[in-house]
């Protein structure tokens, strides 16, 4: 374990159905991240929460909606998706103005049908 | 944007062998980070090299840093099977999130 647990682990849902996936970290860190990566591309920096706060949402479609209510959790509301959004969703925390390297969880790998 | 960029794509070795990956980045940095990645699970932080360094070791690996090519190379050294994963590395540029290149592919055959 890395301090940084994802569920669900999979996921497979319909394009017209609502689910979250969870991302939750214990290692006191004041910055979390989602990560999209599909098969043959860089990873994609999706958005950014600085102390709770979104700091960057990188031209993410709507139908991504991200919630932080604190700041050792971290959540993805996906609605209305498509196929092209299958894709590992990484989770990743990190200790800003350390420079210190992020802890990532182990993803949701998610198929959209 | 894409900052890093890893060559080669793959990597194919025999066990004991050296596996040299680079990268090649575009943009002043503050630290370069190497990442890990088994199939289908997170990845894993390997090591950081400020842009003022030239060379870090951590056990077998070694880290090289070139901020006049923007570049650097990952060599780990008598590889093992249990090397075989995807290698990323990251980009710090200051007060914006890491970012990564497409990775390297190792394979290593026993």
């Known amino acids: 374990e890395t301090g940084v647990t994802q569920t669900p682990r999979h996921l497979v849902m319909g394009m017209t159905n609502k689910k979250s996936l969870k991302c939750e970290q214990h290692l006191g860190h004041n910055a979390m991240y989602w990560y999209k990566q599909s098969a043959k591309k860089p990873l994609e920096l999706m958005f950014v929460y600085n102390f709770k706060e979104q700091t960057e949402n990188n031209s993410v479609p709507s139908r991504f909606s991200p919630e932080c209510p604190n700041s050792s959790h971290l959540f993805l509301h996906l609605h209305t998706l498509q196929p092209e959004d299958s894709a590992l969703y990484l989770c990743?925390?990190?200790?800003?103005?350390?420079?210190?390297?992020?802890?990532f969880g182990s993803g949701t790998r998610l198929t959209v049908v | 944007s894409q900052q890093g960029e890893e060559d080669p794509q793959a990597l194919s070795i025999q066990e004991g062998e050296n596996a040299t990956m680079n990268c090649s980045y575009k943009t002043s940095i503050n630290n370069l980070q190497w990442y890990r990645q088994n199939s289908g699970r997170g990845l894993v932080h390997l090591i950081l090299i400020r842009s003022n360094e030239r060379e870090k070791h951590s056990g077998r690996l070694r880290v090289t840093l070139d901020t006049s090519k923007k570049s650097s190379s990952l060599l780990i050294t008598a590889s093992r099977a249990a090397d075989t994963a995807s290698y990323f590395c990251a980009t710090d540029s200051g007060n914006t999130p890491l970012v990564f290149g497409k990775g390297t592919r190792l394979s290593v055959i026993a």
């Open positions: 990743a925390s990190s200790q800003e103005g350390t420079g210190v390297g992020y802890t």
